[in-house]
């Protein structure tokens, strides 16, 4: 069977010492979270029981607030309130690697990515496919030396971006393993445009991580609560893969009652109706 194009399109190139030295961080940070018991991958369990009104507080603060705030040309990390937001247009994400990437690592974040946004497609009921033109959500699988080069790409993609989104992905410190940003152009709480970056130097399990927490983020659950259990949605690792709470959150910012541009108060009244009907009564 022949490779998707984008992976023929790219001719591997040789890395960077500073992109290897990247690779063998990443790889100790790999090791020590998981000699803590963290990155865990089994979605949850009797030691992490929720139930709706935990579902709820946590929505709200994870979808109806914001991680980060920008000032000037830089993007700061403070928690601000938001409107919701989501999707109403289906979604065509593109996966970009950079030449650096191996083929058979491409091959295999590929299949990953398709695989999730499969599932995130079930649990929305939003239309989401891979595809090799015409995309509206592109995610970049890129080292260190490409990844400081995509600010003139990101102003093609998108000519409305500000220098401090482009300055947050040109100039992503180490301890920042990933990201991603929407757009909602018209200010009506619809997103219209989305752009991911997951590092190619993280081990396999980070760089899945990355693709789980980044691409669900970029569907509108954009904030991280520290209360998030069991959740990606909280920046402790705990949690590597997307959790069965997770896949609650997701089903009620896609309910069709969840309108894009409600308030915090608006959105806990329709969340608790939803939170009962998917989980039952009080918790």
């Known amino acids: 069977m022949a490779r998707p194009p984008q992976i023929e399109a ?7 010492a500073e992109s290897i030295a990247l690779s063998r961080y990443y790889s100790r940070v790999q090791d020590s979270f998981l000699a803590q018991g963290l990155l865990r ?3 949850g369990g009797p030691d992490v029981p929720f139930g709706p009104r935990e579902v709820v507080d946590n929505f709200i603060r994870i979808a109806l607030f914001e991680e980060y705030v920008t000032i000037g040309d830089r993007i700061i990390a403070r928690q601000t309130p938001s409107k919701l937001h989501k999707w109403q247009d289906p979604i065509r994400l593109k996966v970009i690697f950079g030449d650096t990437v191996p083929l058979a690592q491409r091959t295999k974040d590929l299949a990953s990515i398709r695989a999730y946004v499969a599932r995130l497609s079930r649990l929305t009921g939003l239309a989401i496919r891979v595809v090799d033109d015409n995309a509206n959500f592109h995610v970049f699988v890129v080292n260190e030396d490409e ?8 102003r093609e993609l998108m000519p409305e971006v500000d220098n401090a989104t482009i300055n947050a992905v040109t100039a992503m410190p180490r301890s920042t393993f990933c990201l ?4 909602n152009s018209e200010e009506t709480g619809a997103y219209s445009k989305a752009l991911a970056v997951i590092r190619a130097e993280h081990p396999d399990l980070m760089r899945l991580s990355c693709i789980h927490e980044e691409l669900a983020q970029g569907l509108g659950l954009s904030n991280d609560s520290p209360r998030a259990r069991p959740s990606v949605f909280n920046d402790d690792e705990e949690f590597g893969l997307l959790t069965a709470q997770d896949e609650v959150l997701l089903r009620i910012l896609y309910d069709p009652r969840m309108k ?3 308030d915090a108060a608006q959105a806990r009244e329709v969340a608790e109706i939803i939170a009962a009907e998917l989980l039952g009564g009080e918790s």
């Open 180 to 183: 991603v940003f929407a757009l």
């Open 147 to 154: 990844k400081r080069e995509l600010g003139g790409t990101i």
């Open 41 to 43: 991958q089994d979605g």
């Open 10 to 16: 790219n001719v591997v190139k040789e890395r960077s």
């Open 260 to 262: 894009p541009g409600m």
